[in-house]
């Protein structure tokens, strides 16, 4: 081969971040290159297989599908081969010049965390090639395609750049050979290697061999029988399929022969690594048929919301030979992930039902997950509303409970299901949107995410009640009952007449102009003089809050309809009454702090200047006596 066929290449710059990271944070656990080339040894391996059934292979159509290590303890090298896909030219370059989810910084923050953390982590970010350089001075990778085209060597240093050369005598596959650092020679050696390979790769379904013995058991556990696998089979192979460190929250193993033969084994990992910053996960569950891989993380076997799972599904019903593009429009796969979604639904309630502890500690770390099916997934909306969990008034702070306790003490008399969205417990508790639940202690839930009130508005019902946030205009509440008897709110001087409340609404209305539809007096406050409610039945304030704050508010056409409830008995709507006839100047600002008031308690945005500018007049006004407010 001449000089001028060697080409010499700069890595992609994400790539050069990488691998500063890689070689010079990782120094536990290098043990981890190896599991990792050997699973992309593995995946090699089952996208050929996968391809041979779609298409007739020419070239190379009897090498035996396996692994091939080998070792040399004295010039100090380890060659990982296998007889899988291979590269061409291009695919050699993109794969492994640059990064497929080339991240934004906030990914190599993450990454450099995750190495630090636990260098097991980095098998989740798509980059596992990368950590040969833990162990290597410089590695060789030799591929040629199943199509039969040119070899191509790619060889690097793991410094700024790699050469391109072709390569003549190649079989099909890859061929990865390591020349390794002078405190990486244990690499060098088949013991070494013998104990990762069963450390972290006996699941990989084709023949491992060192050193030309075979060292894994190849087997499918997931079409096994329950009984037959330990506890301890189940967790070795999450970690393998999951490319995890520590052990499952829950696992999920059945099988099913109608409507679908089905084999699944699915787990719930303990985190969700999407909140730890790394972008929306790709979906971790893979398709088999008859034990072959025929869709590595499948976008169609399972609903988006449900990516977070890890596992394996294999059904015999599909035909061997279906292409990956094909599976969508499939309406086995439809049925399949019909079958599969149900019965991950009801595993989840059932696991609820066992353990209310351990549930809760799921609902955390994904029921973002499942309160994204309800928006998203119509079909399974019903069924996934059981599995919601919000704090309530009756509910000890930071304990949640479900649609159906709250259902199940429902007060006689009440047909609908309350909530009321609130930065927190505390705040939501000293609003005024509360105050007539307590009083007639009527439970209502307390919804502290943003996206809450999106998720019970797209569920609308359950259990064939209506879903109603207490910011509306129109609620009624049931009435007390003797049980729990309503006290006298606290008079302070004489009730106004209805007449003079008529006349004050009409006037704070004329006050408040546009911003208000209406002012109204309220049959549900109890202690606040006034407070906002919605007009329009489907969108509540926090809603209004999201919108606003991702810049959609126009798009709904919204903010407009509301009107303000005022409190009859409260000592300052009282005395506005007369406050207006007598000094409507100053009674106009304390109209218009009240109106910022209820807006806050509201959750929504006001004009702080300009209430600060009033409320320094009205302060003024407080500490100077009666003189007229400037
Ligand atoms: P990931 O495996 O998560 O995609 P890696 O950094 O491990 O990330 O590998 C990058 C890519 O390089 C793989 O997706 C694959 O396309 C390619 N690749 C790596 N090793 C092999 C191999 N032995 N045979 C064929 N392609 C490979
Ligand atoms: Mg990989």
Request: with cysteine; net charge negative; charged share 25%.
């Amino acid at each position: 081969m001449s000089e001028t066929q060697v080409e010499t290449k700069q890595f992609q710059a994400e790539t050069r971040k990488v691998l500063d990271i890689v070689i010079n944070s990782l120094y536990t656990e290098r043990d981890i290159f190896v599991r990792e080339l050997v699973s992309n040894a593995a995946d090699a391996l089952e996208k050929f297989r996968h391809q041979s059934l779609i298409e007739k292979v020419e070239f190379d159509a009897h090498v035996p599908l396996e692994i091939t290590i080998d070792c040399d303890d004295k010039k100090h090298t380890l060659t990982i081969a296998d007889t899988g896909i291979g590269m061409t030219k291009d695919e050699l370059e993109t794969n492994l010049g640059t990064i497929a989810h080339s991240g934004s910084s906030h990914f190599f923050e993450q990454l450099a965390e995750a190495a630090k953390k636990d260098v097991n982590l980095i098998g989740q970010f798509g980059v596992g090639f990368y950590s040969v350089f833990m162990a290597a001075k410089t590695v060789k990778v030799q591929t040629r395609s199943w199509n039969g085209g040119d070899g191509w060597e790619w060889a690097s240093d793991g410094g700024g750049t790699y050469t391109v050369s072709p390569c003549a005598g190649l079989h099909r596959g890859t061929k990865i050979i390591i020349e390794l650092k002078d405190d990486a020679q244990t690499y060098g050696s088949k013991f070494t290697i013998e104990r990762i390979i069963q450390q972290y790769s006996t699941f990989v379904p084709f023949p491992v061999k060192v050193e030309g013995k075979t060292v894994n058991t190849v087997q499918a556990i997931w079409t096994r029988s329950k009984n037959e696998i330990s506890e301890e089979e189940y967790n070795e192979f999450y970690k393998f399929i999951g490319t995890a460190a520590d052990e499952p929250l829950y696992r999920l193993h059945f099988s099913a022969d109608a409507p679908l033969a089905i084999n699944a084994l699915v787990y719930v990992p303990k985190e969700n690594f999407e909140v730890l910053g790394m972008g929306r996960m790709q979906p971790g569950v893979n398709l088999y048929c008859q034990k072959v891989l025929i869709d590595q993380h499948s976008e169609n076997i399972l609903p988006e919301w449900l990516r977070f799972l890890k596992g394996v599904v294999d059904s015999e019903d599909l035909p061997l030979n279906i292409s990956r593009q094909s599976l969508q429009d499939n309406a086995l796969v439809g049925k399949l992930r019909r079958v599969l979604t149900k019965r991950v639904i009801k595993f989840l309630g059932e696991e609820a039902g066992r353990d209310s502890a351990k549930y809760l500690e799921f609902w955390k770390t994904f029921g973002i997950f499942i309160k994204e099916g309800v928006t998203s997934d119509f079909e399974h909306r019903t069924d996934l509303a059981k599995l919601l969990r919000f704090e309530s008034s009756a509910s000890e702070p930071g304990a949640m409970i479900s649609l159906d306790e709250y259902v199940g003490r429902m007060r006689e008399g009440q047909d609908k299901i309350y909530y009321i969205n609130g930065p927190s417990r505390v705040a939501v508790e000293y609003g005024p949107y509360v105050e007539m639940f307590k009083k007639r202690g009527v439970e209502i839930f307390y919804t502290l995410e943003p996206i809450d009130d999106f998720v019970l508005n797209h569920l609308g019902e359950y259990d064939g009640k209506k879903l109603v946030s207490a910011d509306r205009a129109d609620l009624s509440l049931p009435e007390s009952t003797e049980t729990t008897p309503e006290t006298e709110t606290k008079e302070s001087g004489a009730p106004l007449d209805a007449g003079q409340i008529k006349t004050l609404c009409q006037w704070m209305k004329e006050a408040l102009g546009e911003r208000v539809q209406e002012v109204k007096v309220s049959s549900r406050l109890v202690d606040s003089p006034a407070m906002i409610v919605n007009v329009d039945g489907y969108m509540t304030s926090s809603m209004e809050r999201v919108l606003k704050a991702s810049g959609q508010a126009e798009t709904f056409g919204m903010g407009s309809k509301k009107d303000m409830e005022i409190n009859a008995a409260s000592p300052l709507i009282k005395q506005l009454a007369s406050l207006h006839e007598n000094d409507a100047a100053f009674a106009q600002d304390v109209v218009e702090q009240l109106y910022d008031n209820a807006m806050i308690q509201a959750g929504l945005m006001v004009d702080p200047m300009a209430m600060v500018r009033r409320n320094y007049r009205i302060l003024e006004r407080v500490t100077g006596g009666s003189g007229p407010a400037v």
